[in-house]
């Protein structure tokens, strides 16, 4: 079993729609919950982090964990066709090694 | 501030050749991270320097891959022979600590240099 798993499946939608993605882990040390934005040709960009179970919010974007579940999701609101990227999921434990373990990654295309 | 910097960043061999990757990290970043990403996987781990010294190397492959990070700022990954399977986007990091926490965590990411083995 992979340490992190996301679906890698592409995700087109309209603009002003909600985005939704999520990913599931196994290992329960992981402690430190990442979400990662790639643009086309360009190396993975800090979009938003956690370290707790719950909710939260960066303008419009929301991220998500249940450490119960071992499952984070990223919510974009209002997507916009900037937000057309490559979406990754990172985890780390909270202390000790920095090591990220990633998943597969989500291409997401907003159609204007 | 000045992002990490990688070249070349398009590289093309046959296989069994070998090929040198460089990277410029961060000022003042003491933790260097190469990672290898394969088309539609997402960024795999190769080797991570503290300073100059190497603190996990569990996921290079020591036959074919090496990296140095002499003087403890710019390193270099070599792949010798290189192989079919060694086609990826490898992604240089850098971060101000090593050790996972907030605030010396986050890594921030080169362009990277896209490999292709014919």
């Known amino acids: 079993q992979k340490e992190v798993e996301q679906d890698p499946g592409p995700l087109s939608v309209p603009e002003g729609a909600i985005v939704s993605l999520n990913c599931t882990y196994s290992n329960s040390a992981f402690q430190y919950f990442m979400w990662y934005r790639q643009y086309s040709r360009k190396g993975p960009e800090l979009l938003m982090y956690?370290?707790?179970?719950g909710n939260k919010e960066d303008g419009r974007f929301t991220a998500q964990v249940d450490k119960s579940s071992k499952y984070i999701s990223l919510f974009i609101r209002d997507s916009q066709p900037s937000d057309s990227a490559t979406y990754l999921c990172a985890m780390s434990l909270l202390y000790g090694n920095n090591r990220l373990a990633f998943g597969k990654g989500n291409q997401v295309v907003v159609i204007p | 501030e000045a992002g990490v910097a990688q070249s070349p960043r398009y590289k093309i061999i046959e296989k069994r050749q070998s090929v040198a990757f460089w990277c410029n990290p961060i000022?003042?970043?003491?933790?260097l991270y190469w990672y290898q990403q394969i088309l539609g996987q997402g960024p795999k781990l190769l080797i991570q320097?503290?300073?100059?010294?190497?603190?996990?190397d569990s996921q290079l492959p020591k036959d074919r891959f090496s990296a140095e990070r002499l003087k403890g700022v710019d390193s270099t990954l070599k792949i010798q022979p290189a192989k079919l399977e060694d086609s990826a986007v490898y992604l240089c990091?850098?971060?101000?600590?090593?050790?996972?926490?907030?605030?010396?965590?986050?890594?921030?990411f080169g362009p990277g240099t896209r490999l292709t083995v014919l």
């Open positions: 320097f503290q300073n100059n010294g190497v603190v996990d």
């Open positions: 000022s003042g970043h003491a933790t």
């Open positions: 990091a850098s971060s101000l600590g090593g050790l996972a926490g907030p605030g010396n965590n986050e890594q921030f």
């Open positions: 956690t370290y707790s179970s």
